[in-house]
Structure formats: structure tokens, C-alpha cells
């Protein structure tokens, strides 16, 4: 039960911070990386991971970025290689 309360209270915490950025996620298929979202007149990625309740906001990441990384075959391979590092970013 308290296992359910705390993954709940997360889920929460997670769902506000992203609205609270008014971007919405969507659930991807990796092993790192939980959701994603984007701003296209932003340009901000929004990147939640499987194993941290922090989002992280990168900005200044063009469509084409934001596409490519929906399409990769390893979202969290992408991510690694042509986002993280590569961008101001914000964690929240």
C-alpha cells in the first residue's frame, strides 16, 4: 500500500510539473526514457526518465530534432548522442 501511495504521490508531482509547463507527454517505448513532450513555438523538449520523478526542459531544440528523436529506433540511444549535452537545460 505504501508502495501504491508514493508512486501515486509521483505520478502526481509528475502530471502538475508538466502541466504546469503546459507542454503535453506522451508515454515512449525505451528503457531510459519515461515521456516526452515538445513546444513547437517554444522549441523546448521535455524529457521525463524512467528512473527520476525530475523532467528536464531543453531548449532552443528545432522540429526536426524533436521528430527524429519520436522516430529512432533507441530513444534513449538518440537522446544520449544528439540531445543531452547539447542544449541549455533546465530540470524542474
Excluded at 502541466?19 to 526514457?33: F, H, K, N, R, Y
Aim: hydrophobic share 50%; net charge negative; aromatic share 12%.
Amino acid at each position: 500500500m505504501k508502495k501504491l501511495a508514493v508512486f501515486l504521490a509521483a505520478l502526481f508531482v509528475l502530471s502538475a510539473a508538466a502541466w504546469a509547463l503546459d507542454i503535453e507527454m506522451q508515454a515512449v517505448e525505451s528503457s531510459l526514457i519515461a515521456k516526452v513532450g515538445y513546444s513547437a513555438d517554444a522549441k523546448e523538449l521535455v524529457v521525463q526518465m524512467h528512473n527520476s520523478s525530475d523532467i528536464y526542459v531543453y531548449k532552443g531544440v528545432p522540429q526536426a530534432v524533436y521528430d527524429d528523436f519520436l522516430a529512432a529506433d533507441s530513444k534513449g540511444a538518440f537522446y544520449v548522442k544528439n540531445i543531452k549535452g547539447q542544449y541549455e537545460t533546465e530540470r524542474k
